[in-house]
């Protein structure tokens, strides 16, 4: 025991040393509300699309449906980890740029605690913002104004969860989970030698706050070949208990004079209710086909903007409107046993799957882009003469980001995610 808890604790210490930073992006959506949110999905189901609600494997650590740990068996100890690079095509108009970034992306781990009680904790971003643009203003044939936007930070996740078996078939889990990060964006306006002041404006916020998150799965033999699961979560909004600090300097060109002044908005950061419904079918342990439906209810929750009529920053209603995800997923290996000796290819895992996303936030009173994802990938066993369940796990997954009025964002990203499934708590016999 003392071993094990000891494995267990270095692991964790890996998991967070290694995953403190959330991983970026390039985007200027990323300017609105939270950030880009991030799919939260692993290695195994990448390629899937993310697919996860009525996904249930004893091999995969499934954090986004707490339900699922109950699956791992008695011996294993899994660790997950991975990284992606991607390369993001911006348009607008007639102009085209590409821009490349590289994450270390999630670590998570899982094991069995007592019979039908499996547990889980890792680290996995939640949102990224990440931007550096310009904006020239000429409107106006005297005076040019020539802006430049930033903005960086975003926030990540360190959850801890069990997932409980309580009758055959039927399992029930939790995730409590800790946010942190930051909200950083910067304005700096300069306007041409006409004008005589530059403004600049800096608005900031440090994020400490927890989460609740619940899951619940249901699987049942259909038929001799056929496996169902039917899985549901639910993720309680709260607020962050962040205030939004606003900076704002004027300085007079001619003169050098600086006037600034700060405003906060209290409470000004919250997460939404989020509800999740999912199934999938395992055809002859060969087959698994599945379906995910997601909705986090953020026109429920205000946000931090100005109002010019009384020139003050307030919680305004309508900012912000709900999220709807809709995901379809696939994974196929010709041969599932684990002891087989035929052809490495037929022991692979053969994935595919797309998502159709809608925004969660509106821009100039338009809505934001949709989200289209198409993914395919591979989770390749790694055999040697004392382990056979590890997999390699390698997708590719291109991401459309588009409206009718704004940027189009093209993202071609490869993941790459190691599952080291080991056999830690097995006692060895010696003849």
């Not at 068996?73 to 607008?92: A, C, H, P, R, W």
């Not at 799965?217 to 309680?236: E, P, R």
């Not at 006037?259 to 997460?271: G, I, Y």
Request: proline share 3%.
């Amino acid at each position: 025991m003392k071993k094990r808890i000891f494995s267990i604790l270095l692991t964790g210490a890996v998991v967070l040393s290694a995953s403190a930073q959330v991983s970026k992006t390039l985007s200027p959506y990323s300017q609105f509300g939270l950030g880009t949110l991030a799919d939260q999905s692993q290695g195994f189901n990448r390629g899937m699309g993310g697919l996860s609600i009525g996904f249930r494997d004893s091999k995969a650590a499934n954090m986004q449906n707490p339900a699922s740990y109950s699956a791992v068996d008695s011996l294993t100890m899994i660790f997950d980890m991975g990284v992606s690079g991607q390369l993001t095509n911006f348009k607008e108009g007639g102009k085209k740029i590409n821009r490349k970034t590289a994450d270390f992306d999630y670590a998570v781990a899982l094991f069995r605690v007592l019979p039908h009680l499996g547990m889980s904790f890792g680290v996995v971003p939640y949102s990224n913002i990440g931007y550096s643009y310009e904006y020239s203003d000429r409107s106006n044939p005297n005076v040019t104004h020539h802006s430049l936007y930033t903005g960086d930070g975003g926030l990540s996740q360190a959850y801890l969860g069990v997932g409980y078996e309580l009758v055959k078939g039927f399992s029930l889990g939790a995730n409590v989970s800790y946010f942190w990060g930051s909200i950083d964006h910067g304005l700096v306006v300069t306007p041409s030698e006409s004008a005589s002041k530059i403004i600049a404006k800096t608005y900031s916020a440090s994020i400490r706050s927890f989460k609740f998150d619940f899951g619940t799965q249901f699987q049942t033999n259909i038929s001799k070949n056929d496996v169902l699961t039917l899985g549901a979560t639910l993720g309680l909004g709260n607020k962050l208990g962040a205030d939004y600090e606003i900076w704002t300097s004027s300085t007079e060109v001619n003169t050098s004079m600086t006037f600034a002044d700060t405003t906060t908005v209290k409470n000004a950061f919250k997460l939404p209710l989020s509800l999740g419904i999912g199934a999938t079918l395992l055809h002859k342990q060969s087959l698994l086909v599945g379906v995910d439906y997601q909705m986090q209810r953020w026109g429920d929750v205000d946000y931090p903007q100005y109002n010019p009529s009384n020139g003050q920053y307030e919680m305004t209603a309508g900012v912000l409107k709900n999220r709807h995800k809709v995901t379809l997923g696939a994974d196929y290996i010709p041969d599932p046993n684990p002891l087989s000796r035929r052809n490495i290819f037929h022991r692979v895992h053969y994935r595919a799957g797309v998502s159709y996303a809608t925004p969660y936030y509106n821009i100039k009173g338009q809505d934001g882009p949709k989200e289209l994802s198409v993914s395919a990938g591979f989770g390749i066993p790694l055999i040697n003469s004392w382990n056979n369940r590890s997999v390699l796990n390698i997708s590719a997954q291109w991401v459309r980001s588009s409206t009718s009025s704004f940027i189009t964002e093209n993202t071609f990203r490869i993941n790459i995610g190691l599952t080291f499934n080991e056999r830690w708590f097995a006692k060895w016999k010696v003849d």
